[in-house]
C-alpha cells in the first residue's frame, strides 16, 4: 500500500542504504515512502514513510543525483516548490520557482559541466531556472512574458564541451548554453505539447518534439527544421526511442487518448497499435531478458499495462486495480539477473511485475481447439464491421489484426482475451479495396492458431433498400442495439426465430424476461397502430398465466452526447404506438413467469394499423418455459439506496417499493431516525411517528440500513459532554428495543457509520470512528455497516475495521482481487460482504456489461449482494438530457408509476442469471458427492468456468476506477450483437445442463 494519497510520480529505483536496490515512492500527498525489493516497508512510517514534504501537490518522479557535497535526491511540486533531501532522505533545502509546473511534468534537465550538475526547470511565468545541487541559483532567464511552458526541459549532450539545455515555452524552443545564454531559439508554430527529446546517430543529431495539433517534429542541433510528420493524434507528454537491430532507432510516443505510434528517422511513420484509453505515461522501452529485443511497456487509465514487441504486436495485457498515469520502473531480478517492472497506482497499491507468457487475470485456461474467424459479409450490417473470433473452449489467446496497403505504415489491433465469442471491431471508414486485412490468433506461447485475410470490395457495405408504402416486423434481442432510421433487418443480422418467430426462451418458473421486435415504416406519413397479444397457450390449450407487458423502447439522451434506446414505457391498454414517415419503433415484451406452468406456449403479435388501406401484421410469438423454478430469495442481495417517498413519487410510496421488490431489493438503507427531546426533568423522549410509517411500509420487504450518525437530541438545558454521550447511549437501547417490538432483532438491520470511507483518501474516517465506537458502547451485537471505496488506505482500514460488521465495498475495489489487493482481500473474509456502484454517466455504459454483469461479477468474486445509487431519489427528470455528469443515477424514469428503463430491468436479469447458476451448482455439487454423470458434471462445470470468464471480461472496462480514461465525445462503453448473444447463449446452456443433470439424460453429443 501507498501511503494515505494516490500516486501519480513514477517509482525510483536505486541503491539507497546498501547493496540491494529499493524502490521509492511518491504519493500526490508528499509522503515519500521507502520499499524493499520485496515490497516491504524500509521506511519506519506509514507503508514506508521516510519523510513527508511541505503542502502541495506531487506528482512527479524525484531525480537521483549522483553528487554528494548536495542533494541526493531533488523533487518538485506542481505549485513550483523544489525541495533537495541528502542520502538519509532530510530535507537539506527549498526554492520556489518563478511559476507553477505542469501536472507530471516537474522534471529538471541534468546538465553536466566542468563545475558538477547543474538542474534547469521552466514554469508557467515563461521561466528557466538553473539550480546547483547545493540548492544556490545558478541563474534564471525570462524567455517570455506571455507564454508558459507545457512541457520540461531537456538536455542537449555535446560532443564538444558543456551540455545544452532545450527549453520549450509555449510555441518556442530555446537551445540555451549551460550559462543561460540563448545559442538559438525555433518558434514551431503551435504549443510545444511533448519533452523535446534528442536523438544522437552516427552521423547526425535529432530533435524530436511533439506539437499541439498531433504533428511530430524534427530540427537539428541547430535548430533548423527537417521534418514534419502528422499523426492524426493528441500527444501524450512524452516521446522516446526504440533501439533495432542493423537499422535507425524508431520514434515512439502514444496518443493522449490511446494508440502507440513508431515513425522512423526520416519522419515516415512506421506502424501504429491502436488502443482507447488514456495514457499519460512514457512508454518505457527494455531488452527485460538481455536477448537483444526490446520490448515496449505502456501504462494506462483503463488499469491495463500493455506490453508491446518492435513491431508493434500486442504482447502481454495485464489488469490491475487503479489509474496509472506514470511510466514503469524497471529493477533487476538478483537471481535472474533480468528486468521486473515497478508500477504504482491511484487506489495506493504498489506493484512489482515480471514479464514472461501472459496469463489470464481469471485463473487457468485450457489448451486452444476449434479457433474460428468470421469475417463481415459482403452485405453486413450498417453498424460498424467487425471481426468475429470464435474460441470455444475458452483459452487464453493472442488475436492480432492487421491492416497493411501499398503504402502507409501498418495498423495493427489487438487483444489478449480467454472470451469464448466476440467481436474485433474494424475501422469505421472502410478500406479502400488496395489494403487487406490479416487477422492471426497465437496462443499463450506465441503458437499460430490460426490466420485469415481478408480484402473488403471497392465501397462500403449497404444495407438492401425497403419497400415503400409498407410495414415490415422482424423479431431482435431485447438487447440488441436499436436505431429509429433503420427500416429493415440488416443483411448478416441473426434471425432470432424461425419465420419471423418473437422467442423468449430458458424462462424459468417464477423468472421475469423479454422479447423484442421491431416495426419499422416506408409510408410519408406517420401510422398510428394498435399492438396485440392475445394470452398465449400450449398445445393442451392452458393458457399462460403469467404476466406479458409491451412497452416501447425510447432513446433517450446521454450527458456525453449519446443516444441510447433506454427508457420502457408501458403501452396501456389500447397498446397504441405511432411510427413516424420512415422510422422504426422497438417494442419489448416484458414477460413474467410468475403463476405460470411450464411448457411451449405459442402465440400472436398483431400490429393493426389505425388508417385505411394499410395491411396489418401478424408474427408468431414463442414462449418457452422451463420446467426450473427460481428460489424464492435469490442467492443475492440487492440494495439501490434510495428513499421513499420521494419528489418523483410523493404518493405512491406502495407501488414504488413493490417495482423495487420485483426486481430483487431486499436492502434498504433509510434516513427516518427518530428525533428526541430531553427535558428539563432529564427525561428523554423519543418521537417514534416518523419511524413507525417507515417500519410499517417496510414490513417484510428487507433488512434496513440505518444512517444513524449522532442521534437527534434536543437538549432543554445545555449539557455536558458526558452527559451528552449517556444520552446518547440511552437513545440507541431504545431504538434498538423499540426494532425489537415491531419484530425486528438484531440481523434485521444495521446502523450506516458513514458513506463511502476513503472518499478523497479519508479526511472522513474520523467520523466513522466516532460513530462506530459509540454504536458498539452501546450495544456490541447491533451491527454496522459501510461502504468503502478505492481511496481508503491501509492505515484507515485497520483503524475501522473492528467497528464494522457488513461491507459493501464498490465493485472496483472488490475488482482489486483480480490483481491481490489485501484491502478487499481481508474483507472478503468478513460474515457479510456485498458490493455498491455509484459512478456518473452511466446511460453510457453498456446495461449488459455494466447492470447485468455486475451480478456476475459479485458471483464471480464470492460476495454476497450488489448496490446501486439510486432508484428514483434524484431531483433531475430524468427523461431530458442531462447538463452535468450527475444527471443519470436513477435506474427508472418519472411517471405515475416507475417507468423502467433497459439499465433496470438488466441489474433484475443479472440477479436471475446468478440464480440460475447456482441452481446448476447445486446440481454439479450433488453429482459429485454422489460420484454420478461425472462426464456431464465436467462439461457444465466447464461451461460454468467459460460463461462466468466471458461476462467478466465483457464486463472488466465498465468497471474501471474512473471515466476520465476516455475523452468526451467518446465515452459511450456499449455492446455488441455478439455480446447480446454471449448472455442468451450462456443461459440457454445453463438451462439444458440443469435439466440433463435433474433428469439423469446424456448431452445430445453423447459425451
Known amino acids: 500500500m501507498a ?86 532522505f532530510r530535507p537539506k533545502w527549498e526554492h520556489q520557482l518563478a511559476g507553477g509546473t505542469e501536472w507530471g511534468r516537474a522534471t529538471p534537465a541534468i546538465l553536466n559541466t566542468g563545475a558538477g550538475r547543474l538542474l534547469v526547470f521552466n514554469d508557467h511565468s515563461g521561466t528557466a531556472t538553473c539550480l546547483k545541487p547545493d540548492g544556490s541559483v545558478g541563474w534564471t532567464k525570462k524567455l517570455s512574458q506571455s507564454e508558459a511552458a507545457n512541457a520540461p526541459a531537456q538536455t542537449k549532450p555535446s560532443r564538444q564541451g558543456a551540455d545544452s539545455v532545450l527549453i520549450p515555452i509555449g510555441s518556442t ?21 511533448t519533452r523535446p527529446e534528442v536523438l544522437s546517430l552516427p552521423e547526425r543529431q535529432l530533435i524530436i518534439c511533439g506539437i499541439e495539433g498531433g504533428e511530430l517534429l524534427a530540427l537539428n542541433g541547430s535548430g533548423e527544421i527537417l521534418w514534419r510528420c ?18 535507425e532507432p524508431l520514434i515512439l510516443f502514444t496518443g493522449l487518448w490511446g494508440n502507440l505510434h513508431a515513425v522512423d528517422a526520416t519522419g515516415q511513420p512506421v506502424w501504429t497499435h491502436i488502443f482507447r484509453t488514456k495514457t499519460r505515461a512514457m512508454p518505457l522501452v527494455l531488452d527485460t531478458n538481455g536477448d537483444g529485443r526490446h520490448e515496449i511497456f505502456v501504462p494506462t487509465f483503463h488499469q491495463h499495462v500493455y506490453a508491446f514487441d518492435e513491431e508493434g504486436k500486442l504482447t502481454d495485457d495485464v489488469r490491475l486495480s487503479g489509474i496509472m498515469p506514470a511510466t514503469l520502473a524497471p529493477i533487476i531480478d538478483p537471481k535472474t539477473g533480468q528486468n521486473d517492472l515497478v508500477v504504482a497506482t491511484n487506489t495506493l497499491l504498489g506493484y512489482r511485475l515480471r514479464p514472461g507468457l501472459p496469463k489470464s487475470p481469471y485463473g487457468e485456461a485450457p489448451a486452444a481447439r ?25 483459452a487464453l489467446v493472442n488475436v492480432q489484426v492487421l491492416l497493411a496497403g501499398s503504402s502507409g505504415p501498418k495498423k495493427i489491433w489487438g487483444t ?33 492458431l490460426k490466420e485469415a485475410t481478408w480484402t473488403p470490395s471497392a465501397g462500403p457495405p449497404t444495407a438492401s433498400e425497403p419497400p415503400p408504402n409498407r410495414l415490415r416486423v422482424w423479431p431482435t434481442r431485447p438487447y440488441d442495439a436499436f436505431a429509429e432510421t433503420r427500416l429493415a433487418p440488416c443483411a448478416g443480422e441473426p434471425l432470432i426465430g424461425e419465420n419471423g418467430t418473437i422467442t423468449v426462451d430458458s424462462l424459468y418458473l417464477d423468472e421475469a424476461d423479454q422479447g423484442a421486435f421491431i416495426v419499422a415504416s416506408t409510408y410519408n406519413e406517420p401510422i398510428r397502430v394498435r399492438v396485440m397479444l392475445p394470452s398465449p397457450k400450449r398445445e393442451d390449450g392452458t393458457e399462460f398465466a403469467g404476466n406479458i407487458v409491451l412497452r416501447q423502447v425510447i432513446p433517450v439522451g446521454t450527458f456525453n452526447g449519446e443516444q441510447v434506446a433506454d427508457a420502457l414505457p408501458a403501452l396501456g391498454a389500447a397498446g397504441l404506438v405511432t411510427i413516424p414517415a420512415h422510422r422504426a419503433a422497438k417494442i419489448w415484451i416484458s414477460v413474467d413467469a410468475r403463476g405460470a406452468q411450464p411448457g411451449s406456449y405459442r402465440g400472436k403479435v398483431r400490429i393493426a394499423p389505425l388508417q385505411p388501406r394499410v395491411e396489418t401484421v401478424e408474427n408468431p410469438l414463442l414462449l418457452e418455459v422451463e420446467n426450473i423454478r427460481l428460489p424464492h430469495e435469490l442467492p443475492l442481495t440487492l440494495c439501490t439506496w434510495d428513499y421513499v417517498p420521494n419528489r418523483w413519487f410523493p404518493t405512491r410510496s406502495r407501488e414504488v417499493l413493490d417495482d423495487m421488490s420485483r426486481h430483487g431489493v431486499n436492502v434498504f438503507p433509510r434516513t427516518t431516525i427518530p428525533a428526541a427531546r430531553v427535558a428539563a426533568d432529564g427525561k428523554l423522549n423519543i418521537d417514534w411517528t416518523v419511524l413507525d410509517a417507515e417500519l410499517s411500509r417496510l414490513d417484510g420487504r428487507g433488512k434496513i440500513l440505518f444512517h444513524l450518525s449522532h442521534p437527534p437530541i434536543e437538549f432543554a438545558t445545555r449539557p455536558t459532554d458526558d452527559e451528552k454521550r449517556l444520552r446518547e447511549l440511552e437513545y440507541i437501547r431504545a431504538l434498538r428495543d423499540h426494532l425489537s417490538q ?43 455497516y459501510t461502504d468503502p471505496v478505492p481511496g481508503l488506505s491501509w492505515h484507515d482500514f485497520e483503524r475501522i475495521e473492528p467497528l464494522v460488521d457488513s461491507w459493501a465495498p464498490n465493485m472496483r475495489l472488490v475488482s482489486g482481487l483480480l490483481s491481490g489487493d489485501p484491502r478487499i482481500e481481508r474483507i472478503r473474509k468478513a460474515k457479510t460482504v456485498w458490493s455498491y456502484e455509484c459512478v456518473a454517466q452511466v446511460k453510457s455504459l453498456s446495461p449488459l456489461r455494466y447492470n447485468r454483469a455486475n451480478a456476475w461479477r459479485a458471483k464471480y468474486f464470492g460476495i454476497g449482494g450488489i448496490g446501486f445509487w439510486t432508484h428514483s431519489t434524484i431531483d433531475v427528470d430524468q427523461w431530458l438530457t442531462g447538463t452535468s455528469v450527475n444527471s443519470e443515477y436513477a435506474l427508472v424514469y418519472p411517471g405515475e408509476f416507475p417507468v423502467p428503463s433497459v439499465r433496470w430491468e438488466a441489474v433484475r436479469d443479472g440477479l436471475e442469471d446468478v440464480a440460475a447458476i447456482t441452481l446448476l451448482e447445486q446440481q454439479i455439487a450433488l453429482h459429485r458427492q454422489n460420484g454420478m454423470k461425472t462426464d456431464l458434471v465436467q462439461q457444465a462445470e466447464s461451461a460454468l468456468r467459460i460463461a ?19 475523452q468526451k465525445g467518446d465515452r459511450l462503453i456499449g455492446h455488441t450483437p455478439t455480446d447480446v448473444e454471449t448472455f442468451h447463449s450462456h443461459r440457454k446452456t445453463i438451462a439444458q445442463l440443469t435439466k440433463d443433470l435433474a433428469a439423469g439424460e446424456r448431452p445430445a453429443d453423447g459425451r
Not at 542504504?17 to 504519493?27: F, H, S, V
Not at 525489493?37 to 506528482?59: F, I, N, R, Y
Not at 479457433?371 to 471481426?387: C, D, F, K, M, S
Not at 463511502?756 to 458498539?776: F, M, Q, V
Open 3 to 88: 501511503g494515505q494519497w494516490p500516486v501519480e510520480a513514477s517509482p525510483l529505483v536505486s541503491k539507497f542504504a546498501g547493496r540491494q536496490d529499493e524502490i521509492l515512492i511518491l504519493n500526490r500527498g508528499g509522503q515519500l515512502l521507502l520499499w524493499s525489493a520485496e515490497g516491504k516497508s524500509v521506511g519506519s512510517g506509514q507503508d514506508g514513510l521516510v519523510v513527508q514534504l511541505p503542502t502541495g501537490k506531487w506528482t512527479t518522479a524525484p531525480t537521483l543525483l549522483d553528487d554528494t557535497a548536495g542533494a541526493k535526491l531533488v523533487v518538485a511540486s506542481v505549485e513550483g516548490r523544489v525541495v533537495g533531501l541528502d542520502a538519509k
Open 173 to 193: 524552443l530555446y537551445c540555451c548554453s549551460a550559462e543561460g545564454d540563448i545559442e538559438w531559439q525555433r518558434d514551431l508554430g503551435k504549443l510545444i505539447a
Open 230 to 247: 502528422a499523426t492524426d493524434d493528441t500527444f501524450n507528454n512524452w516521446t522516446t526511442f526504440l533501439p533495432r537491430r542493423n537499422a
Open 370 to 394: 476449434d479457433i474460428g474467424v468470421e469475417w463481415p459479409r459482403a452485405q453486413a450490417r450498417n453498424e460498424q464491421q467487425a471481426l468475429v473470433v470464435l474460441n470455444p473452449q475458452g
Open 416 to 448: 489478449l482475451t480467454t472470451r469464448s465469442h466476440f467481436e474485433m471491431p474494424l475501422p469505421p471508414d472502410a478500406p479502400s479495396h488496395k489494403e487487406s486485412f490479416r487477422a492471426t490468433v497465437w496462443d499463450a506461447a506465441g503458437k499460430v
Open 742 to 784: 415491531h419484530g425486528r432483532n438484531y440481523r434485521d438491520y444495521a446502523f450506516y457509520l458513514l458513506d463511502e470511507p476513503g472518499l478523497d483518501y479519508g479526511p472522513n474516517i474520523a467520523i466513522l470512528l466516532d460513530i462506530g465506537h459509540l454504536i458498539r458502547d452501546a450495544d456490541p451485537k447491533l451491527l454496522t
Open 948 to 966: 462466468k470468464h466471458d461476462i467478466m471480461e465483457l464486463s472488466d472496462e465498465a468497471f474501471v476506477e474512473s471515466r476520465d480514461f476516455l
